[in-house]
């Protein structure tokens, strides 16, 4: 098998993981909270087959097709190529979906395309092991997690010191022919609706690390002793076409609970090598994973604005001077990080023997983005003002008592017709204003580390690039400052 269809991918799930909501172990596939979400991600598989020519390419090692956020990309046109899968696979859920395989499938094929990173460590049996990984993803379209974090909870000490030391995931144990890990990982997104669990290097460590904590693996989510803690639910299925995302876009996240898990030799990738470990993650990952991570955020920031433009002409205020500022500042973000990405492919440069995006544009919006995405969902919440609640649900038009009072006294301006306007600010309100999307906004502004820790390790980066330095100062300046 290569690629799936949703009923294959659905299939594939039915198996023995340990799942938890709430204080009761569930079985995914026929708990009725869960159903809408599978539908949803089922949804995904098949929006990649029907948009082929988008989202699927040949394997050049099998001949067979496989998703194209796979491509391990050697030239400026792969990447271009990979760019137009990632946008067509967020068009999907409009950007609301934010771990979609295709984002854990990049990060996997950028650290295949780095084998030179592991000969050069002499790590060879661990790029053999990523290798079997990757094409095990490829033949079986597998739908990965990934689990990057140490659950810190005392931020006076280091992710593995004090009592973080003791909840973070740590090898405890060896036999011949596997690892047994024991520990906590936050924040699995997808968690319960994955084929496989990849556990990847987060943050560089330090040298003096106990090395028990570095490591890097693959596990099936329905390995013995791995759990899966989900948070509250957010879905909404029963409220049908009156809650377009909820309904079907709630990607569950998960606290993963690895109680004493047996991770077979083959699956593990990094075992104790800091080198190893850090320089995964500081040679090409934000340049391969950002792409991704913009491409979806382009998307979702356009919907926004469309979403804003819509509620401006349905109310007639688009005329006025602070809507239109306002409009504008919203395009703003979807054009900026647009050609952020236009940029970095522009720009692109060989990492290894792949070819990367240039990192620092894609850097530059990465760390504004959480604040772009809080400042359109409050656009779209100051615009639809009361309209996001006085809205009924679509079923009501066709209730013949309240049918027609609702065509009567609840119209949109400029001729949009009730149910249009009744339509539109509910997905305005579902994606900006519901439980779910609080939780989405929460996603934006942590999934890839908070926006102040980002800005600081852009400026460390730059720094390191080009130090400031007192000379730059004084003799240099192009004109006579002082006498
Ligand atoms: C909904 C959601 C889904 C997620 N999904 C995943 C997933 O699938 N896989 C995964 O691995 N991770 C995921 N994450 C990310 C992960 O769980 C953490 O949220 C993320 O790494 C940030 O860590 P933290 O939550 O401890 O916050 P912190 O990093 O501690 O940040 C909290 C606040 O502290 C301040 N702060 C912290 N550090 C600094 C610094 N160095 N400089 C300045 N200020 C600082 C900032 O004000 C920040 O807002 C997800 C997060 C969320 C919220």
Redesign the pocket.
Known sequence: MTVRTGEDYLAGLRDSREVWLGAAQVDIGSHPAFFGSLQGMAGYYDWQLANSEACLVEDPESGQTMNASLIIPKTADDLRRRRLAFETFARYSKGALG?TPDYVNATLAGFVGRRDIFEHLGAQRFADNLKGFYRRVIDRDLAL?????HP?ID?SVGDTYGLNGRLSLRVVRRTSNSIVVRGA??????GPFADELFVYP?APQSHEIDPAYVIAFTTPLAAKGLITLCRDHYGARESGPDAPFSSWFDEQ?AVMIFDDVEIPLENVFVDGDVNLYNTLMSDGWNANILQQTCARAAVKLEFLYDICVEIARVTHCEWRPDVMSLLGEIWSFGAMTRSALDAAEAHAEARGPTVMCDERPLRAVRAHMPAWMARAGDAVKMLGAHNLLATPSLAAFDHPRLGPLLHEFLPGAQGVSARDRARLFRIAWDFVGSALAE?TE??E???L?????LF?IDHAIAQSEKPVASSDFGAAMPYKATA
């Open positions: 771990r997690t990934h689990a990057i974090v810190s931020k990982k936050v924040l699995a997104t997808l987060g996240d939780r929460l996603y502004r942590f999934y580390g908070s926006a102040p820790r600081g």
